[in-house]
């Protein structure tokens, strides 16, 4: 069955830097726009960044802007979120998400934890 697998979350100093890893299945990945959201206690979850299956076309939030990338492997039917300089404000639960490109159907992953602590 579709599964989104999350990994590479942790602990890490500030200014320091994680990869964060979402690898699908049971799905086909070019039909899906991945992206990633995260959920400090307390707090909505918000968008992070997000990129198109199709052309890599990326977008980011302002508070992320510059310091973390998302990126895909088509043929790992991965998608990953490099973080650098973190910040503890960063520090959140982060899930992955697969919207589908042209249909209403989300999947999410089940959330990774990122603290930011010295």
């Known amino acids: 069955q579709v599964q989104l697998v999350e990994s590479g979350g942790g602990l890490v100093q500030p200014g320091g830097s994680l990869r964060l890893s979402c690898a699908a299945s049971g799905l086909i990945f070019s039909d899906y726009i991945p992206s990633w959201y995260r959920q400090a206690p307390g707090k909505e979850r918000e968008f992070v960044a997000g990129i198109t299956s199709a052309a890599g076309n990326a977008n980011y939030a302002d508070s992320v802007k510059g310091r973390f990338t998302i990126s895909r492997d088509n043929a790992k039917k991965t998608v990953y979120l490099q973080m650098n300089n973190l910040k503890p404000e960063d520090t959140a639960t982060y899930y992955c998400?697969?919207?589908?490109?042209?249909?209403?159907?989300?999947?999410w992953g089940q959330g990774t934890q990122v603290t930011v602590s010295s």
């Open positions: 998400k697969f919207r589908g490109a042209w249909f209403q159907r989300d999947y």
